[in-house]
């Protein structure tokens, strides 16, 4: 039987996140156990008008291909793909997995080579994505192995995902997002006038410059579910102590309790209860010393840890550092191969401070943002 | 079952070799085991494979909500694997065989018309060598139910007709390829076959033309030996034993009436309306593109599947429609589509009026 839920995720994508319309080439990605999410995206991409069609892959092949392919199998990239990459109008990547664990006993070297040839496709993807020439969304759909991560039973974790999308029986969709759309905007263009964050909590008081970088919504474009504003910090003016009580997950690799320290904006010290040796081998990836993002998670439907970074980071009521990588579109200089997102959680007792005014307490802003109304 | 099947269609059927680029396609999620042992046969064979399903859903959503342009256009991952790809593996893996059966056919007609133009640059290629395609039977719970078993049973059925249960299955399709060779040699000395049967008496000339042996390359299971007789030539009568079905949709008891090559009389018991639509599709829907002896005793039954049913032991089919490159055929349609007679309980073939064949069976000595 079909789901409300789904086919209201799908309208959502089609119609508000991707606004496919006539004649767009539409492609779909994901595995065997997307198929229902699938199926709905194409027939609200067919009923737009769009040209769609589907990439829906047996699972684990990526296992099989790391064990038997040769170096030059395994970092192999199909012209179809290429081509895909470069004339797509509109696509849509569902992450859904039947195993998020299969790989993590793969060879970390072997993976990292069919894994470059994955990122050409994301980065060329971004390019387009920037330049306005291509649509992109990325979901998720709910599956046991995601569920199991989360610790709740798929229909909880069902329930969960589609609470968070606002994609609920009854639930409007579009309105919600052209609202949050709204907000977040005025969030940003508040937050641009900021020169330095100070965020306080347990075990955690950092300062952090972002003066002159842009700050940007993530309103359900690119991500559904969304709802975060975040921005590239100023590479130099990150001093203090921050603390993540959510475990930090990289590669499906867990890091518990980590406390960083900075000094002029690079990591000067590390620490965490599990997972320490990780962490500081992560640390020696170029870049990674140097924070990429700073943002705040303002969906309040994600109350809870779920081990995806997708929800994770848009936890309402948190903030989220990464270290490496920064974003060209926020003003960012630091240049990385690491992105790594970790979570820190204010619900309970955090205060923000904008250049010395208190902001945020307790999990949210004090003033509601200033929508502008045209 | 799995892994056989997948080292036959890759190490067999299209040979994959270092460096080709390798498309693996099937339908039903429950046939992810097969898709991922062909994914490892052709990593090892040093390919460039990738899998994907084809969703039958969203078939039937293009069919009945997508605008005449969405219909008619060609995916841009189809169209490469076409043009530029070296191996295309189907599996035959149905979910559900009628779901397209309230389609309005107009709408199927037109989505056949859309990919006419890829459809002959996917003959040529074939017919070149260039692209090497397998269609490799898969047994489903739909398959298995079109047959009238479980789908254990039918897994029985396409195991044997697959030569699976043999040691060596690649040497008995090597042994049974021979044997093909030599009743393709023997047809190539005839100018005109006659085919006689209840309700039927067929003529058609297939001097000049070339005799296909089919043996396990592009279908698989295979066994048939076919070529496109010389249009004009089709005159007579004939009423075929099992159902004529195409995507999904079928005609009982059909018989037609040619005359100078052309259908011009079609009945069927059920579905006669269908019969027509088809017919009517375009000028070469009318003419034979093939006709085809069905040679692999393996496969004794009728299944309601085409690719085992055109290949059962001891029958004939023949084609409407499009013809099939290297066998001499000219016939131009967007149609191609197979309906087979059982020629086991006293059916004959002449030769130049020798008899060759009789019950189903080539005559020994015949020449």
């Known amino acids: 039987m079909r789901d409300a839920r789904v086919e209201n995720l799908a309208e959502l994508i089609a119609g508000y996140s991707l606004d496919l319309r006539e004649g767009q080439v539409y492609r779909i990605d994901g595995e065997d156990v997307a198929l229902p999410l699938a199926v709905a995206l194409y027939g609200a991409a067919i009923r737009r008008g769009a040209l769609a069609y589907t990439r829906i892959v047996p699972s684990g092949l990526d296992e099989i291909e790391l064990q038997l392919a040769s170096e030059e199998q395994l970092t192999y990239m199909p012209e179809v793909e290429q081509l895909a990459t470069e004339e797509l109008d509109a696509w849509t990547s569902i992450w859904a997995s039947a195993n998020t664990r299969s790989l993590t006993r793969a060879d970390p070297e072997r993976r990292r080579l069919q894994l470059s040839t994955y990122y050409r496709i994301v980065n060329r993807r971004w390019e387009r994505i920037s330049a306005g020439d291509l649509a992109w969304c990325g979901t998720l759909f709910p599956t046991d192995a995601h569920a199991q991560d989360a610790e709740m039973s798929l229909r909880e974790f069902e329930d969960f995902v589609h609470a968070a999308c606002h994609t609920r029986e009854g639930d409007d969709p579009i309105a919600h997002w052209r609202g949050m759309s709204e907000t977040l905007g005025a969030r940003a263009r508040e937050l641009e006038g900021v020169r330095e964050l100070r965020i306080v909590g347990p075990k955690t008081d950092l300062r952090v410059v972002v003066e002159g970088r842009r700050w940007v919504p993530s309103d359900g474009r690119h991500n559904m579910p969304d709802g975060e504003v975040f921005t590239s910090p100023v590479e130099t003016g990150t001093n203090g102590d921050i603390f993540f009580a959510f475990p930090s997950v990289y590669q499906g690799q867990e890091v518990e309790n980590v406390l960083l320290r900075f000094e002029d904006g690079q990591v000067v010290d590390a620490e965490a209860t599990s997972g320490e040796a990780y962490l500081r081998s992560l640390l020696e990836t170029p870049g990674a010393r140097v924070l990429g993002e700073l943002a705040f998670g303002l969906n309040y439907e994600i109350d809870r840890f779920t081990r995806d970074i997708l929800f994770d980071e848009k936890i309402g009521g948190t903030m989220h550092v990464a270290l490496g990588g920064g974003f060209d579109e926020a003003g960012s200089e630091n240049k990385s191969d690491l992105h790594w997102d970790l979570i820190c959680d204010l619900r309970d007792e955090g205060e923000v401070y904008a250049d010395g005014e208190l902001v945020w307490k307790a999990g949210s802003f004090l003033s509601p943002a200033a929508v502008e109304r045209v | ?367």
């Open chain 2, 1 to 367: 079952m799995h892994a056989q099947l997948a080292e036959v269609v890759v190490g067999y059927s299209t040979e994959v070799r270092p460096g080709d680029v390798v498309r693996i396609d099937s339908y039903d999620l429950s046939s992810a085991p097969v898709m991922r042992e062909a994914y490892a046969a052709a990593l090892r064979a040093g390919g460039h494979p990738t899998a994907n399903f084809v969703i039958e859903e969203n078939d039937e959503t293009l069919l009945k909500q997508g605008s005449d342009a969405q219909v008619e256009w060609v995916p841009p991952d189809q169209a490469w694997n076409v043009e530029r790809g070296d191996v295309w593996i189907v599996f035959d893996a149905p979910t559900n065989t009628k779901a397209l059966s309230n389609v309005d056919p107009e709408r199927m007609t037109r989505r056949l018309k859309g990919r006419r133009e890829l459809q002959a640059t996917y003959l040529e290629r074939s017919a070149q060598g260039e692209f090497r395609w397998v269609m490799c039977g898969f047994p489903t719970q739909a398959s298995a139910q079109d047959a009238g078993m479980s789908l254990r049973e039918f897994e029985r059925v396409l195991s044997r007709a697959a030569f699976l249960d043999e040691n060596d299955p690649v040497a008995a399709w090597k042994r049974f390829g021979e044997r093909l060779e030599e009743i393709g040699s023997m047809l190539e000395q005839h100018r005109e076959l006659r085919i006689v049967a209840e309700d039927t008496d067929l003529t058609l000339r297939v001097d000049g033309r070339t005799w296909i042996r089919s043996k396990g390359l592009r279908n698989f299971p295979d066994g048939e030996v076919f070529t496109g007789p010389v249009e004009s030539s089709v005159e007579g009568t004939i009423r075929f034993s099992f159902p004529a079905m195409i995507r999904g949709r079928q005609a009982e008891d059909v018989r037609l009436r040619f005359e100078g090559g052309e259908v011009v009389e079609a009945t069927a018991r059920r579905g006669q309306d269908f019969l027509r639509e088809m017919i009517g599709m375009d000028d070469g829907a009318r003419r034979v593109g093939e006709f085809a002896f069905g040679l692999n005793e393996a496969i004794d039954e009728y299944t309601g599947n085409l690719l085992l049913d055109e290949k059962i032991g001891g029958t004939v089919h023949l084609a409407l429609g499009r013809s099939v490159p290297g066998t001499g055929g000219e016939n131009v349609s967007g149609l191609h589509w197979d309906i087979v007679r059982d020629l086991r309980d006293g059916g004959e073939v002449y030769a130049d009026g020798e008899l060759v064949y009789r019950d189903g069976r080539f005559l020994n000595g015949a020449s």
